[in-house]
């Protein structure tokens, strides 16, 4: 499987909700520069607001889908890749319907965005994440991901 996988985390609490903090935050890209490497390569980028939305990267040269916590499920059928975001059971809010699957050919690539909050079992204090994935069918030049997406999906919600 020819594939590339970019996946952006960003996580805050609800100091970055407004003003300047808020300001950085939506400041922090969704989309990096490949580091070297053919596929299947898996690209992780996490800012964190304690870091002050520092990307922190690492990099798996692994069949993308292939390990159980890349939360994105992958089937190739001929010369199309299925391609299907599977959004974390502990977020808020609730998706009772989510897009379905998009099938990606050869040379196309998506960009699939969804945001969560969650509440801290210790103290109830909220904590918010956006992730976004970015993932090519077939080579992708490294700066393939700061440009226009072929397909793209919002799943973006009001996250009180």
Request: charged share 20%; net charge positive; hydrophobic share 40%.
């Amino acid at each position: 499987m020819e594939t590339v996988m970019q996946w952006v985390r960003t996580s805050w609490t609800g100091q970055s909700r407004g003003g300047p903090e808020a300001a950085r935050r939506n400041a922090a890209p969704t989309a990096f520069l490949l580091p070297p490497g053919s596929p299947p390569l898996v690209h992780e980028v996490r800012m964190h607001e304690a870091d002050g939305f520092r990307p922190r990267s690492l990099t798996h040269e692994s069949t993308p889908g292939s390990r159980t916590d890349t939360g994105v499920l992958l089937q190739e059928a001929g010369h199309l890749l299925r391609v299907q975001l599977v959004a974390t059971p502990f977020g808020m809010p609730r998706r009772r319907r989510r897009p379905p699957a998009l099938r990606l050919a050869r040379g196309q690539w998506l960009r699939w965005q969804i945001n969560y909050r969650f509440a801290h079992a210790h103290d109830g204090a909220w904590t918010y994440r956006l992730d976004t994935l970015n993932i090519a069918h077939g080579p992708a030049p490294a700066d393939l991901f700061l440009g226009t997406p072929t397909l793209r999906v919002s799943e973006l919600a009001a996250l009180r």
